[in-house]
């Protein structure tokens, strides 16, 4: 088993890995234990990378996934194609994740804090400085941008998750990439 | 070189980074002379990068372990999976196959009382004074006439005088004088296949 596969990316390529969890959302249908501890074990660290890249928190990530893998269980008969449990799973985080950042409204500092008491303009790493502008975004526009370039979705996949029309995904997309650039530069320059 | 063109060719880079047409010559061109617009590719592919790379996070197995549980504990919503329920099946089709047998019963209960009812309320039991004349029984109704009108026991405990003006001509007045109803005579017609026609009488 190579390492790609070892890390379990949930992307296009993992479509096999879906097709074999699909027999444990059969089993977890029934109640059995085993298949939903399987379930959570493949899908609940890409969903909290997600939901973290989104909400830029790791532990509110966390929350919300949680919240997200238990509302998906309860109303597990509703699933209709047991191969998509993985786009639902992430389809319900998403949208409730988006939901709540509108509640929070926190000051966007406190919302990502590997920045927390550094100066970012003076980090050398990139990550460091990614991380920093994408938590100045708007939620909606870090939804797609995370959507787009962290699972690798596709315009009609991101209009999906977040039940928004295709060319609002389009738009969306272009604006928040001219406003992370717009934040970048303002970074470089110690705005 | 304007704003509204950098802008344009930006939207271009966006689409192809989106898995888009290519750009076209033009966008290429342009971000060769163009810092702005260079530097916005730059930075969308270290975007993509970063985001792509980013490793997935090493989560607590307990945790997994409090989510089974609290899906054990509680309740699922309407159409759920029901994990604290293994017989859910077993009573559902006990219950489907109950239903029409609690019909039945109800139906027979209903009709049962139905019949009850009616013997009770039967001449003979509650109105022994219905023996008039021309009754050969107490239970078989019984009819007088005074000329005008009818007098007919029926089901009911009072007597119901029914002018003679409603009841149709051929109604018959005395049953005790001649039987109700004549059986009129009949004449075996011509069979289906065209039999011939036989006389009964």
Redesign the interface.
Known sequence: MTSTTASLTITRETTALHRESAEWVVAARRGDSEAILKLLRLYRPPLVRLLTGIMADAALAEDVAQDAFLQAFRSLQQLRDPVAFYPWVRRLATREALRALRRRLHAVEDLHPATEGADPAHQAETRIAVGFVLGQLPPEQRAVLVLREMEQLDYQEIADTLAVPVGTVRSRLFTARERFRALWRELEEGV | MSAQECRRA??LW??EF??GVPVPAWVRLHAETCRECS??RG??L???Q???G??????S?E???E??A???A?P??P?????WN?FGRVRRAIGFSAAPALVGVGLSAFLVTLVAAQLLSSPAGDHPERGVPGSTSAREPARTDDGDALELWLTSPQPTRVPRSMLPRNTVPFPDSKPPLAIPERRRGKGLHGGAAADLT
């Open positions: 930006r939207q966006s689409d989106d898995g530097e916005f930075q969308m270290r975007l993509r970063e985001l792509a980013t490793p997935l996070p090493r989560l197995p945790r997994d372990e989510l089974l609290a899906l054990q509680a699922a919503g159409g759920g999976a029901r994990f293994p």
